[in-house]
């Protein structure tokens, strides 16, 4: 079993307060109403080419 103590969580903590520039928010990019845009899928669930190229736009500006 995987045990977790006070000190594990807030060194967690800390390094999340430090590294959140790196996170993509894809959902911001790819979301509208809850739900992914429709030029972005066809099913609401899978990512079309466009998707992923959303994404990749996204994702470029981090790297």
């Known amino acids: ?6 000190r594990d969580i807030r ?3 800390r ?14 990019v790819l979301v509208s109403g809850g739900k992914l ?4 899928t066809t099913d609401g669930l899978h ?3 466009e998707g992923y190229a959303a994404f990749g ?3 470029s ?3």
């Open 1 to 6: 079993m995987f045990k977790r103590d006070n």
């Open 11 to 13: 060194s967690d903590q």
């Open 15 to 28: 390094l999340l307060e430090h590294e959140v520039d790196d996170i993509v928010d894809a959902h911001r």
């Open 37 to 40: 845009k429709d030029e972005y």
């Open 47 to 49: 990512l079309t080419e």
């Open 57 to 59: 736009r996204a994702l």
């Open 61 to 63: 500006l981090k790297l």
